[in-house]
């Protein structure tokens, strides 16, 4: 990494617990990521993991009265955690930019597309109402949707969840954001729709030069888009490197147990799965060692004593195991 | 079986024999009317949701069922489950139509049970899991006491500690233990058939694998037959035997789930198929297969549902309606495999 | 395959079974921490105890009247509460007053929850043309405020306990009905119902199993809700002269013969009122408590 290439994102140790009433739920318990300009990372892991929560405390939106963060959060050149809440609020949009699972939840419902959209553009660049419409319809045939001028007058529910999804890409892009951040888009949308939006994303990594934080639990769709590919365990990256070296040389036994796990079309009939024994932890009482130990196959004592520290394997794929 | 006792209410004979289907589904038809909107000019029409299914479950397979939003693969379980009443269509099982007098619903509903997607909301939250598991079979006459030993058993037969698990409520387990007491639920009839409506979409990954494998442990050793509705096409490769692809409340494909997946015959086959996500890192899809959403069922296409969006439709195609042709197990609904259709000496869509 | 059935005798060993602690022990346990409803259930019970006992723990005779010492003041020699406008004293009245306030605020929403209820899950479970039915009746008496209906029902049966009571609970049922209806719909349509149909049980099967343990405990609470209404509503009937005759102490009756008396012992006056106030506040209170530790889902 030259040092004209800073990473646009830079998170160091990141740290976020939220207060439960008595307990303490350690969701993230020292989270280190950085993405390059133009570069799509997938954050690749089960309920539990912290991605989702990762991908929020980016854009620091959760509640502050029951949440603790430390660490570090650089989005170009910025600190995020020392941000007050009108650079924050300057920041959410232009700099950064969220897309949603469920876009029903995410859009208003009272207003049309086409109102969102000018109110964000207007709001951060000061436009006029003229201008911010025609923005709003570039930004739709930018994203491909047909018939762009009628559906600015749509409401969201009366679109279908691809059309949906895809006007939720067009508000997060209004402000010509550098990072996109996606919060499982396409997990509810059709296998035909999910291909298209998958890419589409890419497409428009590559013309905008968007670098784009893609949550999933699923590896197929990380495998589309991804360029690099971090695996997270009970709050912690487990696993991080470009997504060749995740896909072909796993080191990590939960992604490896994760890869092998999945059923695929070479299996013979009535083989069985390979499956991960026990359940992901409780993250209100994490175990002191690495948190995967208790269902690994390879456990070993000084597993557990320890959280196991960062190994580099290779050129920029790193593993939080101390057998490699 | 590793201590499993039995205690179940005893298990239907079977009447016809392994070459007679289990199941036989003919014509079935489910419209959900549109209430009229006085005051706009539109009004009236319906719901597609389910037009004109026709299939056989075979005893001892498991049959995929694939399909896109609007397809209607849920209509067709809740119709098969009698759930909902079918507008047009019959249903036989293992010889007998269901509902006659040879039939009645409730001994049916003995036979056929089902296992839904959400694990929560398919759970009595003020009943405990061994009542909940003991109901079915208290309707159906057995005592009380019986029914609970028999929900014991079960749980333990689908992996969960009686003694931890029996005498907690629903919130109290995880999305995993939870299905696996759905399961233990349908199972604990005795049923013939169970009928498994996106049962492990919701699951993490890991416990989706845990629960296929105990469904195909169960299948085995209670020599069950599935119906496995599924979006995750590679679960259903896995698990099925036949599959069958349904598309705007129609089935345009159903055959041998490897030849269906490896030589496809149905264009929208092909595309669902193609628009699964490469999981090789060199390899990128370019091109979505299809474009547009899953179109509405309130107005489907004239002629052949899909040649709206099908690359190789023909100008016969906006006119015939295709019908399911049979080529050594495999049927397919579309002019294009259809000898006596239109379709070669149609000129192009317009 | 295993399809014989084995024997059914339990091992010797067998270990119990790990039993959560049901629902209502749950709200029960979040009801103790909060303090304002065990304070306001505390006082509903002391004033409940205090009714029950009220002729043996009153300090004088509430019927025993003096026309000399008509309207004494608070801290008067012998009358702690004052005398009311026949000399007797408040102080017992009052107390003895409770029973009849308690019994007219309670007893038409026990009698109102046991109708409405059925009405309304019959209503919620039926569906269709039954449903339809029921609802616009119901919606007939709902497009009457209560207060115009009480009185109207009241003024037709009669003066009289039992007539209140009547009026009350005719005037209760359709609130409950709408409540009821409403969450029966919505437990009607849920999975577990389906799976239940599924299983082949029939529909008084399934309410009786699955929905009345589901439905009831909101209908309750709403209810609860409804019983510092009642309090006051009976209090206005009896203030207008048609619930609870002289010389039955009760204590919106008592708001009434005591009217006159607010220009010249407004403290007295007042008293019946503070005791309605105090009373319906605490069962606002404790149902306000009850529904947000029903709320909560662990």
Same mark, same amino acid.
């Given at each position: ?324 | =079986? ?15 024999g392994p070459a007679q289907p289990l199941l036989s589904v003919r014509g079935l038809v489910k419209h959900f009317p549109l209430k009229r909107d006085f005051l706009s000019r539109r009004g ?36 098969? =489950? ?71 058993s079960l749980l333990g037969r689908v992996g969960l500690d009686a003694q931890r698990f029996a005498g907690r409520y629903p919130h109290e387990l995880s999305g995993g233990q939870r299905q ?65 692809? =349904? ?76 019908? =399911? ?26 | ?298």
């Open positions: 990494m030259t040092p004209a290439a800073q990473p646009l994102v830079s998170i160091r140790n990141l740290e976020v617990a939220f207060q439960a009433g008595a307990k303490t739920v350690q969701a993230l318990s020292g989270v280190s990521l950085d993405v390059a300009r133009g570069e799509a990372v997938a954050l690749i892991g089960e309920s539990g993991s912290g991605k989702s929560v990762t991908l929020r405390a980016l854009m620091r939106l959760h509640p502050p009265r029951r949440t603790r963060m430390r660490g570090e959060m650089i989005v170009d050149g910025r600190d995020v955690l020392g941000m007050n809440a009108r650079e924050l609020a300057a920041m959410r949009g232009p700099v950064v930019s969220m897309v949603f699972q469920e876009p029903l939840l995410a859009l208003d419902p009272v207003y049309t597309l086409g109102r969102q959209i000018e109110e964000m553009v207007r709001r951060h660049t000061g436009k006029s109402a003229a201008e911010a419409r025609a923005r709003a319809l570039s930004l739709f045939e930018r994203v491909r949707i047909p018939s762009p001028e009628r559906r600015l007058q749509a409401y969201p529910h009366e679109m279908s969840g691809g059309m949906r999804q895809r006007a939720m890409i067009a508000l997060a892009l209004s402000c010509s954001p550098k990072v996109l951040l996606a919060d499982e888009p396409t997990t509810a949308l059709d296998a035909t729709v999910q291909i298209q939006i998958l890419l589409l994303l890419r497409e428009l990594q590559r013309e905008l030069g968007l670098s784009i934080v893609f949550v999933t639990h699923d590896i197929g769709a990380a495998a589309e888009i991804a360029d690099r590919v971090a695996v997270m365990y009970g709050g912690r990256i487990v696993e991080q490197g470009t997504l060749a070296d995740l896909l072909r040389a796993p080191r990590h036994p939960y992604t490896q147990a994760l890869l092998h796990g999945r059923a695929h079309g070479a299996m013979q009939k009535g083989q069985r799965l390979q499956t991960i024994p026990g359940s992901p932890p409780d993250l209100a009482a994490l175990p002191p060692g690495c948190a995967f130990a208790p269902r690994c196959s390879y456990a070993e004592a000084r597993c557990r004593e320890a959280v196991p520290g960062i190994v580099p394997v290779a050129p920029g794929h790193e593993v939080r195991c101390v057998r490699v | =079986m590793n201590g499993f006792i039995d205690a179940r209410p005893p298990a239907h004979p079977d009447l016809g009236g029409g319906a719901v597609r949701a389910v037009d004109g299914v026709d299939f056989d479950v075979k005893k001892g397979e498991t049959l995929g069922v694939v399909g896109e939003s609007g397809c209607g693969k849920s209509t067709t379980a809740r119709l098969v =489950m009698q759930l909902i009443g079918q507008d047009r269509g019959e249903l036989v099982f293992d010889g007998v139509a269901v509902g006659s007098r040879a039939l009645a619903l409730r001994e049916f509903r003995r036979q056929t049970q089902m296992v839904f997607q959400d694990s929560y909301s398919s759970l009595n939250p003020r009943m405990t899991i061994e009542d909940s598991i003991a109901f079915g079979p208290r309707v159906h006459g057995s005592r009380a006491g019986e029914a609970i030993t028999a929900a014991r696996r007491v759905n399961i233990a639920r349908a199972l604990a009839l005795n049923p013939r058939l169970v009928i498994l409506d996106e049962a492990v979409s919701a699951l993490d990954k890991s416990v989706e694998a845990q629960v296929l494998n105990l469904l195909l442990d169960l299948k085995d050793d209670f020599g069950l037959t599935y119906m496995f509705i599924s979006h995750d096409l590679n679960v259903v490769r896995y698990i099925s035997d036949r599959v069958m692809v =349904m598309y705007l409340g129609q089935v345009v494909e159903l055959g041998p789930v490897d030849q269906v997946f490896d030589a496809p015959r149905h264009p929208y086959t092909q595309a669902l198929l193609r628009s699964m996500p490469s999981t090789e890192p060199g390899v990128r899809t370019e091109t979505a297969p299809l474009s547009g959403d899953p179109p509405n069922p309130i107005d489907p296409p004239s002629g052949c549902r899909f040649h709206t969006r099908c690359a190789q439709a023909r100008a016969a195609c906006a006119r015939e309606a295709p019908v =399911m042709t049979q080529n050594d197990g495999h049927a397919v609904r579309c002019l294009m495999h259809q000898p006596d259709s239109g379709y070669a000496a149609s000129g192009a869509l317009s | 395959m295993t399809d014989s059935v084995a024997s059914l005798a339990a091992p010797a060993n067998a270990t119990p079974i790990a039993r959560s602690p049901g629902y209502w022990s749950n709200v029960v346990r979040r009801l103790r921490r909060d303090p304002v409803a065990l304070a306001a259930g505390a006082l509903i019970l002391a004033l409940i105890v205090m009714a029950i006992l009220a002729p043996w723990i009153s300090p004088a005779d509430p019927f025993q009247a003096s026309m000399l010492k008509r309207l004494r003041p608070i801290g008067t020699e012998g009358y702690p509460l004052g005398a009311d406008e026949l000399g007797r004293d408040m102080l017992s009245r009052l107390m003895l007053g409770a029973r009849l306030s308690l019994f007219m605020g309670i007893v038409p929403v026990i009698a109102a929850f046991v109708v409405g209820s059925a009405i309304g899950i019959l209503a919620g479970y039926a569906g269709g043309w039954t449903n339809t039915l029921i609802m616009r009746v119901v919606d007939v008496f709902y497009a009457f405020p209560s207060v115009l209906l009480a009185i109207a029902l009241s003024g037709t049966l009669g003066a009289g306990i039992f007539n209140a009571i009547l009026s009350l609970t005719i005037v209760f049922v359709p609130q409950i009905v709408r409540v009821a209806e409403s969450v029966t719909t919505q437990v009607r349509r849920s999975d577990y119902v389906d799976a239940a149909r599924a299983s082949g049980a029939a529909p008084l099967t399934i309410v009786r199993a699955h929905v009345l343990s589901n439905v009831l405990g909101p209908i309750f609470v709403y209810s609860t809700s409804l019983i510092s209404v009642s309090m006051i509503l009976a209090s206005g009937l009896s203030f207008l002269g048609l619930g609870v005759r002289p010389p039955e102490p009760e204590w919106g009756l008592m708001l009434n013969t005591l009217r006159t008396a607010i220009y010249t012992q407004p403290w007295v006056a007042a008293l019946p009122g503070v005791m309605i106030f105090i009373t319906s506040m605490s069962f606002n209170l404790l149902s306000d408590g009850l529904r947000s530790a029903m709320e909560v889902k662990e």
